[in-house]
């Protein structure tokens, strides 16, 4: 299995500046150039939300203070200005080979 | 707009077999696998598995291939999960997905005597 190893584990931001969540893969997720890692916010009491799919496509209706990058293991979510409303638990997940594992999870608070 | 209507809370005894059901809406039901997610409380996402609905081939994760069942019906756009013998271990909230874009609300499970 695929073990995905978020960093750090739990993020506090001052409002206006950046966020940068990591997500390292144990092997290569990538498969015919594309980059099968996706991104999700999750808040209290809510389904998880998709921001980015395919490491750096942005999801419709989501901001474009939210941007992915990486390929092969190592991958970077990025909150650019982060806003309060920002306030979440954020996951990563790759869906290259089952069992689509996920990340342990960062929770991002504000400073 | 793409709709995935989970079933309401439940409430099991140990070792009672308990089904909970993703009504799907909006789209068209067999073009996309059905994924089912879990998550315990104050824990990070444990994905489950998946079926695709046109065939019902299915794909669980090791760990969930004694205690889960994927089903659907295809008539009423629903897809199921069975879980079999649960114990407090699975008391959790569970997720159907469409792919990684749509998710139902969420199920919660207590399994309690």
């Known amino acids: 299995d695929i073990v995905l190893t978020q960093s750090p584990a739990s993020l506090a931001v001052s409002l206006g500046q950046r966020a940068t969540i990591s997500c390292t893969a144990s092997?290569?997720?990538?498969?015919?150039?594309?980059?099968?890692m996706h991104w999700y916010q999750q808040k209290p009491g809510q389904p998880p939300k998709l921001l980015i799919y395919?490491?750096?496509n942005l999801e419709s209706g989501i901001p474009a203070r939210f941007s992915g990058s990486g390929s092969r293991t190592d991958f970077t979510l990025t909150i650019n200005p982060v806003e309060a409303d920002d306030v979440a638990t954020y996951y990563c997940?790759?869906?290259?080979?089952?069992?689509?594992?996920f990340g342990g999870g960062t929770k991002l608070e504000i400073k | 707009q793409v709709q995935l209507q989970q079933s309401g809370p439940q409430l099991v005894r140990p070792g009672a077999s308990v089904k909970i059901s993703c009504k799907a809406s909006?789209?068209?039901?067999?073009?996309?696998?059905m994924h089912w997610v879990k998550q315990r409380p104050g824990q990070g996402l444990e994905w489950i598995g998946m079926?695709?609905?046109?065939?019902?081939?299915?794909k669980l994760d090791q760990k969930f291939k004694d205690k889960a069942t994927l089903t659907v019906d295809k008539s009423s756009n629903t897809a199921y999960m069975q879980l079999n013998s649960p114990t407090s271990e699975d008391s959790a909230v569970y997720y159907c997905?469409?792919?990684?874009?749509?998710w139902g609300q969420g199920t919660t499970l207590t399994v309690s005597s």
């Open positions: 909006g789209y068209s039901f067999t073009n996309y696998w």
């Open positions: 997905a469409r792919k990684t874009d749509y």
């Open positions: 997940q790759q869906s290259n080979e089952d069992p689509y594992t």
């Open positions: 395919r490491a750096s």
């Open positions: 079926i695709d609905p046109s065939d019902s081939e299915t």
């Open positions: 092997d290569s997720i990538d498969t015919y150039a594309n980059s099968f």
